[in-house]
Structure formats: C-alpha cells, structure tokens
C-alpha cells in the first residue's frame, strides 16, 4: 500500500505539468516560434518608434528626396536613411516604423470589434437554436453576400476616410468567421455533460454561456482572432492603397505603396520596402495563428 | 430534397432583400444624397430642386420600393455622371469581370488541385511541404503588392506582358493570376483534405486490393470523390473574387465592373455604386445558393440539416 503512494508521488514529482507540456510543444513548433517571434519585433518596433526611428517621419527634406536604401551602390545611398527617402524627402525607415503602429492599431481594433460582434452572434445562435439561430444564420448569410472590400470603399467613401472610419467599418465587415466558428462550437458545447451539470446546479444562462461555453471555445476563437488581425491589416492596405482608408500624410503601408507607385518604374524599391514589411507581418501573424491551432489542439497533446 | 430546395431558395430571397436595402440606404450615410450631389457652391434653390428632380423629398420607404420596383425591371436609374442608363453600363462592363473572374479561377483550380492531390499522395514529403509553404506565403501576399510586382518582372524588367488596358489575352495573364493566387491556398488545403480522407478509405483500399492500377485507383474512385467540395468551394471563391477584382482592376486598368465601382466612387456616382454592390451580391447570392443545392444533390446527408 505504502510502496504505491510512494510510486505515485515518484510519477507526479518527474512528469512534466500540463503548463510545461505545452511550452515544450510551442517552442517545438517551428512556425509558432517564427511567427511569434517576428510578431515581437514588429510590436517592438511600433512601440519603441519614437525613440529608434532616425528622423522624424513627416519631416520633408526636399534637396535629399528619393536617396536610395544603403544595399543600393549608389553615391547618395548613406547610413543616415538606411532606407532611403521617399519622393519628398522623408526618411523610409522612420516612416516604415511608425507605419507599423497604423496596421498593428487598425488590425488589433477591427479584430476586437468584430470578435465581439461575431462572438455574441454566434454564442446566441449556437446556444438558444430555434428561432434566434434561424435569425443569426440569416445575418451571417446576408453579411457574407455583401463583398467586403467593394462595399468598405463605398461606405468609407461616403462618410469620408478616417482611422477611426476605417477601424469601425471593417470591425463592423469582417465578424462573419467569428460568428460562424463560435456557432458551430457552441452547439457542440451546448451538448456537454458539464453544461446539463451547470443547468441542473440552476446556473443562470449568462453563467452557462459565459463561465462555462466562452471559456471552452476561447483557444478556437483566439485562431479566427489571428486570421481576421491579418484580414484587416490587408484590407486596411488595400484602402489606403486605393486612396479611400488612411489619409496622407500618415505613413500608412497600403498608402505608402500608393504613393510609390507612379515611381515604381524608377525606383522599384519604394513598393518593395513596404510591401515587405506588410508581407512579413500578415506571414507571422498568421504562422502564430496555425502554431496555435497546432499547439491547442486536443490531438497533439500526447 | 424538394423541400430543401424550396427553404433554401427561400432564403435566397430574403438575403437578396435584405442586400438590396442595406444596398439602397447606403446614399443617406452620407446626409442628405440632395446636398452631397449639388456640390459646394449650390443655393438652397438648387438643393431643393435636385431634391425634386431626383425624388429625394418623398419617405424613405417608398423611395426604396420605388428602386427595387424598377431594379427587378432592369432599371438601375441614369447614372450622375455618365448621363447614361446605369444597367446598360454595367452590362457592359459585366462581361470584362466575368472573363477575368474565370481566368483567375481557372489558373487558381489548375495550380492548385494538381498541388492537393500531389500533396495528398505523400503527405509530409518534400512536395507536401513545398506546397503548404506556397500556401502560407500566398497568404500573407498583399494582392495589390503581389500585381504591383508581376508588374514589375513581366512589364518592365523583362517586358513579357503589356501592364494596362483590356484589349488582348495577353493583357489578362497578370491579372488573372494576381486576382486567383489568393484562392490557391483555400482550395488547395480543401483538396489535400479531401483525398487523405478519401484515399483512407475502405472502398480505395478494395480497389487496390482488386489489383487496379493506381493511376485508376488515383483519379477514377478517388479525385472523383474528393473534388465535390472543391467545386462548391470554387463558385463561392468566383463570388468573391467579382467582388475583390476591384483591387486588381484598378491596377491594371482593366474595363471591367471592379474599375467602374473605383470610377464611380471617385465621382460620387451614387445609382452607379448602389447597382455594382447589388449585382455583385447577387452574383454571390445565386453562387452560393447553387454550391449549396449541388452539395446537397451529391451528399443526401446535408439535405437534412
């Protein structure tokens, strides 16, 4: 009797907690630790822009306009812009660094809205059924026929482009994933032992849907939080891209891309520089999102 | 069946309806349509007579039936700035969008179901992983950057393509593969899924042990079998990609609907705007409404859900 508890505490002191496990299976996980890792000097670098960027990024030098990047073996390519000025003089790097700030901001704020939007539809539908979810299915249906960058151009066009504008428009345009996955994995919550438990105990409904479904489905939530950061982030581009998101003159990928372009034949790396800044941050976000999918997924455990 | 079919188009109908009034009150996001048309310099006279003119002084709701009525006959109104019958434009544009739509989709399905299958057959080799890195590289590629540099290497570097206009196929290759790369990642993940669900099962494993060559096996029991998602997932993705060719349109200054919506929402053409967002969606609609039938029709199991 005595040999078995002993042999037991023995097994508890050397297995690794759950905790440890799932550390072990993250950084494991070469494209969670890419993504994450690419993700933190990003943020980083939207943090810290005030005090690393070189000059100031709407500081316009005309006599030191369009100083290609220091790769370039050029006679004006110099270490004061390691990345060159842009067509009225403004130091790239800066302005890439305080872009970042513009994309992580409207990516991180369009995502939360419609997480919530997208969450409480789908907690409704998945957990009520009947005729709310008749209802819900009907607004994510409706919603999903609507194309999203047409009609956000249209609408930010008609109550004229802002940050705040373009934030609230494609916060209020890209819940449909979140309402769609939390249905789907409420309605099989719904079915859980431990939710009749909850009910029979006399929990409230807010209670069962929010102490006992949310909880469950968060880590599937937090997947469709990573891919709907990065479908804004893109879709803010493209707006500014198309002169409708973020205004001149704050530096903006998508705009900064934009107004590259009618130099893009002379000086390529205008669009290069930014394009692959955009490129690197939707990449890592969404390599975190999979990692995470990956590294939470009840399957992979063992 | 009938009975789905028959909820299903139901539903069908109300979306459309719905579409089409979030779709007609998008004019009044902006104020009064009356001020916004008159411009700057306009007098309350003026105002108060485009008002008239354009029947911006009757309820909303009438002026909404009103619209609808002549919508489902085809009359989309005049538009503002083309002096010209907004449903004959658009039709005229129309077939530009459909073409590059096809193209897109065309070059999406040929990269990437040959890519799933291939994927499929040796999960975690070489090729699978090539793909699933093209995958996630795919998706992370501004579509605008990604034409901006096709532009760059076909049009300028090495001068293989022209980089603007609509007139010949050639001006059609870039876009095409700029508008149906984003698609690529989708289907491709769907069709690798598919056939290692498929090619599991028990009914190829009697075709093997029948002693049928794998190339039969491969793309007569088991492609067949796994491509019906695909084709679903195809028409919904050429919805989306009518609505997203806006992007790659204005690029390349192809003539099609995407350009037109840019044109008209840089003049303020409201009527224009207004019937490009309810034809789109209604493209999406009737898209999405025959991927779900045909589903339905080739797996009874959805019929009843």
């Known amino acids: 009797m005595s040999d078995q508890t002993l042999d037991l505490a023995a097994i508890r002191a050397t297995a690794p907690t759950p905790a440890a496990k799932l550390r072990k299976r993250a950084f494991g ?5 890419f993504g994450a890792g690419v993700l933190l000097v990003i943020v980083a670098m939207a943090l810290l822009a005030p005090w690393i960027a070189p000059h100031d990024p709407y500081d316009q030098v005309l006599d030191r306009k ?9 006679a004006k390519a110099t270490w004061e812009h390691p990345l060159g000025t842009d067509m009225l003089g403004r130091d790239y790097l800066s302005r890439l660094l305080y872009g970042a700030r513009i994309s992580l901001l409207i990516g991180f704020s369009a995502m939360a809205i419609s997480l919530v939007i997208g969450t409480s539809l789908g907690l409704a539908a998945g957990y009520f059924g009947g005729r709310v979810d008749a209802v819900c299915s009907f607004i994510i249906t409706t919603r999903l026929s609507m194309p999203v960058v047409l009609v956000a151009i249209a609408v930010v066009s008609l109550i004229g482009s802002s940050l705040t504008v373009v934030v609230l428009v494609l916060g209020l345009l890209i819940w449909d994933q979140f309402a769609v996955v939390t249905r789907a994995a409420t309605m099989q919550m719904r079915q859980r032992d431990f939710v009749a438990a909850a009910e029979t105990l006399g929990s409230s409904r807010a209670r069962i849907i929010f102490g006992e479904i949310l909880p469950n489905i968060a880590p599937g939530l937090i997947v469709v939080a ?3 950061m990065a479908h804004a982030i893109l879709l803010e581009a493209a707006l500014s891209f198309l002169g409708l998101g973020v205004q001149p003159p704050l530096p903006s990928w998508g705009l900064m891309i934009a107004e590259a372009k009618g130099l893009m034949f002379f000086e390529a790396w205008l669009i290069t520089v930014p394009g692959a800044a955009l490129f690197f941050l939707v990449l890592a976000i969404n390599l975190l999102g999979d990692g995470l999918r990956d590294v939470t997924a009840p399957e992979n455990r063992n | 069946m009938l009975a789905y079919v028959v909820r299903r188009l139901g539903v069908a109908v109300l979306v459309a309806l719905t579409v089409s009034a979030l779709t007609f009150s998008m004019i009044y996001l902006s104020g009064d349509p009356a001020v916004a048309l008159a411009g700057e310099a306009a007098t309350q006279a003026d105002i108060e007579s485009i008002r008239q003119y354009y029947g ?13 009525g002549r919508a489902l006959q085809g009359d989309f109104g005049q538009s503002h700035y083309l002096r010209a ?3 004959e434009v658009i039709f005229e544009r129309l077939p530009t969008t459909m073409l590059l739509g096809a193209l897109a ?5 040929a990269l990437s179901i040959p890519l799933g299958v291939l994927a499929a057959i040796r999960p975690n080799s070489l090729i699978d992983r090539a793909a699933l890195t ?7 590629m501004p579509s605008f950057w990604f034409a901006l540099t096709l532009v760059l290497w076909f049009g300028i570097t090495w001068r293989l393509l022209p980089i603007t206009g609509s007139d010949s196929w050639a001006n059609f290759v870039m876009p095409a593969i700029a508008l149906g790369y984003y698609v690529t990642p989708a289907v491709m993940r769907l069709t690798r899924a598919g056939m290692l669900e498929v090619l599991a099962a028990d009914y190829i494993r009697t075709a093997r042990a029948k002693g049928l060559r794998p190339h039969t096996v491969l793309f007569k029991h088991a492609l067949r079998n796994a491509i019906i998602p695909v084709v679903a997932l195809a028409a919904v993705q050429f919805g989306f990609m009518l609505g997203g060719s806006i992007v790659i349109e204005t690029i390349f200054a192809i003539n099609g609907l995407g350009y037109l919506a840019w044109e008209s929402i840089q003049r303020a053409d409201l009527p224009m705007m207004q019937a490009i967002v309810l034809v789109l969606s209604l493209f ?8 779900d039938l045909l589903n339905a029709w080739l797996d009874p199991r959805l019929r009843t859900a």
Request: glycine share 4%; charged share 10%.
């Open chain 1, 226 to 228: 990573t891919i709907e």
């Open chain 1, 29 to 33: 996980h070469a494209g969670f630790v």
């Open chain 2, 56 to 68: 911006y002084d009757r309820p909303i709701i009438v002026q909404y039936f009103d619209w609808l």
């Open chain 2, 85 to 87: 019958p907004v449903a």
């Open chain 2, 105 to 109: 989709l065309a070059f999406a399905l």
């Open chain 1, 66 to 74: 369009l100083i290609p990047p220091v790769w370039f073996d050029h």
């Open chain 2, 134 to 140: 093209l995958a996630v590289v795919g998706q992370a």
């Open chain 2, 284 to 291: 999406y609609i009737v898209l999405t409404l025959v991927a």
